[in-house]
């Protein structure tokens, strides 16, 4: 069977996804068995050197903004457009577009940095993308926080509507 056949919903029950906290399906696919202590790197534990995961957004779906410790990579596989908000101090907002249209300024690939807040949704309402994400050091949700509306609205006014739109109204 060819995955660029199969639908969303067909690749949730293949892939075996599960709900996400951020928004979205994901299933963890890759946990390096290496580990490091990284005390001193803001990290409480020790963390593995890498993980892997699908992450897909359907329909409506979005990814709320959120933030973990580590850099975390991103790498289109099939579906729809994916647009990614980063927001930092330092460069204010940036939009990652995550896609197979080279031509037109998407990627196949792309990093958030550590510590930046980010969001993700998809260009195509009622589509699907599915993605992957590698992080390093290695996820743990002890270094996930997923933004308060109006704190984020607070540290980044000029993008009050975007904050409105991609965060839930409570924490999950």
């Known amino acids: 069977m060819n995955i660029s056949s199969l639908t969303a919903l067909e690749l949730i ?21 290496s580990s490091h202590q990284l005390g001193e790197d803001g990290f409480p534990n020790q ?38 908000y980063v927001l930092t101090a330092s460069e204010g907002l940036q939009e990652i577009h995550l896609g197979q249209d080279l031509a037109n300024g998407e990627s196949l690939q792309a990093v958030v940095p550590a510590n930046a807040w980010f969001a993700s949704e998809l260009k195509v309402k009622e589509s699907f993308a599915l993605v992957g994400c590698t992080v390093a050091p290695g996820f743990d949700f002890q270094d996930f ?21 991609l965060t839930y109204d409570s924490l999950l």
């Open 13 to 33: 029950k293949y892939l075996d996804l599960q709900k996400h906290p951020e928004g979205g399906y994901f299933k963890e696919t890759y946990r390096s068995l």
């Open 47 to 84: 963390r593995s050197y890498a993980t892997g995961i699908y992450f897909m957004l359907q329909k409506n779906d979005f990814s709320a903004f959120h933030r973990i410790k580590s850099d975390e990579m991103w790498h289109f596989y099939i579906g729809n457009p994916i647009t990614i």
């Open 145 to 165: 926080e997923m933004a308060h509306r109006e704190d984020l609205k607070k540290e980044f006014p000029n993008h009050t509507a975007l904050i409105q739109r």
